[in-house]
Each structure stands twice: as structure tokens, then as C-alpha cells.
């Protein structure tokens, strides 16, 4: 019976996906994707270290190409627009895009090559972004929501890099 249970728990452990173990770590968040329909459109787990906020974003049902996806200011989802989680997460007052000469926010992240499965997979780092414990935290009294646009991020245009509509949104849980 001892040896049948130890056999289980080694199986339950192999089988989770090692992208989950951040989360069981303190200073870990996450957000469950969904579109306008409510249908799971993918995941997000967020991860504070030393050099900022490690975001890891898996999209799954999402039509194939690429995508812009943010950290957008209010942890709401209201559909179908989604335009309820407000605009991106900025709280250095600067413009959007990393080709933009006036700067990056914080909210700015690269693009999402989704393939013909409908599956894409984003991993980045928010460098100097914090989670919690800051005036400028993500995590702040509104929330924040993790967004796929349905176009790709121009990486230049204020205030959204001319990505197109919102097709899933997460709010941030942490």
C-alpha cells in the first residue's frame, strides 16, 4: 500500500508542468485567460526577482499570428471589449513601445507568435517592475490584467502600439 501511494505522489509530481513551480514560490502571480465568450483562451504567471517582474504568458485557441500582449492598469475583465481593464500598466508616465524615442512603460512587452495550433508561448522580463511592496506596484489597490491584442505591437504608436482589439484578458491574482 506504502509503495502504491509513494508511486502516485512521484507521479502527480512528474506530471505538473515545471512552468508551475514559480507559483508555489512566495512573491508569484497569476492570471487565467479568457475571451469574450468566457472561453479559456491561456494563462499567465508573473514572478518577482531581483531584476524585475519574470512574465510568462501561454495562449492556447488563439488564431494564429502574432500578437501584442500588455500589462494593462485595472485588474478587470469585463467583455466584450475588455476595455474595462483600462489602459496599460504606466506608472512612470512614459509613452509606449520600446522604439518609441520617449520611452517604454512598464506595461510594454513584446509580441506572441501564435502558431497554426493556436498555442504561442511568451516569456519576458518587466526589468525594475515589482509586484508588491512599491508606490508603483502592480499589484496596487486596482488590480492589473494581463492582455492579448488581436494584432501585433507595432512597438512605436502611443498609447497601444496600434495592436488592435483586446481578444483575451486575464486579472492578475497574486
Not at 4 to 10: H, N, R, V, Y
Not at 62 to 86: E, L, M, N, Q, Y
Not at 98 to 108: E, K, R, S, T, Y
Request: net charge negative; charged share 15%.
Amino acid at each position: 500500500m506504502r509503495v502504491s501511494a509513494l508511486i502516485l505522489g512521484m507521479a502527480a509530481i512528474t506530471a505538473a508542468p515545471l512552468s508551475a513551480a514559480p507559483m508555489a514560490m512566495k512573491g508569484g502571480a497569476m492570471a487565467d485567460l479568457v475571451d469574450a465568450q468566457g472561453q479559456t483562451r491561456g494563462h499567465a504567471m508573473l514572478r518577482q526577482e531581483k531584476d524585475g517582474i519574470h512574465v510568462m504568458v501561454h495562449a492556447v485557441g488563439v488564431p494564429a499570428g502574432i500578437h501584442a500582449v500588455h500589462i494593462h492598469a485595472i485588474g478587470t475583465c469585463t467583455g466584450p471589449d475588455f476595455k474595462s481593464a483600462g489602459g496599460h500598466w504606466n506608472p512612470g508616465m512614459k509613452q509606449h513601445g520600446h522604439d518609441n524615442p520617449a520611452g517604454q512603460h512598464m506595461g510594454d512587452m513584446p509580441n506572441m507568435t501564435v502558431g497554426a495550433d493556436g498555442t504561442g508561448t511568451l516569456e519576458t522580463v518587466i526589468a525594475g517592475g515589482m509586484l508588491a511592496g512599491s508606490d508603483t506596484s502592480l499589484l496596487d489597490a486596482d488590480g492589473a490584467a494581463v492582455m492579448i491584442h488581436e494584432t501585433a505591437d507595432d512597438y512605436k504608436t502611443d498609447p497601444a502600439g496600434a495592436a488592435g482589439a483586446r481578444i483575451a484578458c486575464g486579472v492578475i491574482k497574486g
